[in-house]
């Protein structure tokens, strides 16, 4: 029996931040209150990302610039990993790089094959302040480091070079959302 809510159930869907938007490509502020605003920042970063269908949501992704990410993703081995992480540090990134289809909520329709490490460590806190250590593999490690990415101002087209940036920004321009 579950004795704890389903993370984003009180939480309300929040408007995207797309790709261009300034919250996007800068980097993100530390969070220093851990009151009940960040609970409802997190709570609504679940709903938000859950209602994209999503596996992982920076907050500056809903145009809030701090450092916080929320995550439910697969890993290797198929397990859901599922939680949250206030100002993570992307402490170990290894193993073999592979290029992998990524895509981002922010950049709705838009996939791309990207370079990442298939491990990844991440450290940070929870919203009630506690130590976290998040180490993920496969597809969790690419998630992690996209999601890390994010709150350094960045977008996985950051990590593209050549025919498949050109490519991934031909379809930036052709999508509705890019035409704004």
């Known amino acids: 029996m579950r004795n704890r809510p389903i993370p984003g159930s009180s939480g309300l869907v ?59 993703c697969p890993d290797d081995e198929d397990v859901r990993r599922l939680g ?21 909520l922010s950049l709705p329709g838009i996939e791309a094959g990207t370079p990442r490490y298939d491990h990844a460590v991440v450290e940070g806190v929870t919203s009630d302040g506690d130590p976290v250590r998040v180490d993920g593999t496969g597809f969790f490690a690419r998630c992690l480091q996209h999601e890390c990415d994010h709150l350094e101002g ?3 087209l950051d990590r593209l070079t050549g025919l498949r940036r050109a490519r991934a920004l031909r379809a930036v321009r052709r999508a509705p959302w890019g035409r704004r």
Do not use: W
């Open 154 to 156: 960045g977008v996985y």
């Open 84 to 104: 949250h992480v206030v100002n993570p540090r992307l402490v170990l990134a290894d193993g073999i790089e592979m290029r992998g289809p990524e895509g981002c």
């Open 14 to 72: 929040r408007a995207m931040s797309l790709f261009g938007d300034p919250v996007l490509h800068a980097p993100c502020e530390p969070v220093t209150d851990f009151g009940p605003s960040l609970t409802r920042l997190i709570e609504d970063m679940y709903a938000t990302m859950y209602a994209a269908k999503g596996v992982g949501l920076a907050a500056n992704q809903i145009g809030v610039p701090l450092r916080v990410f929320v995550y439910d």
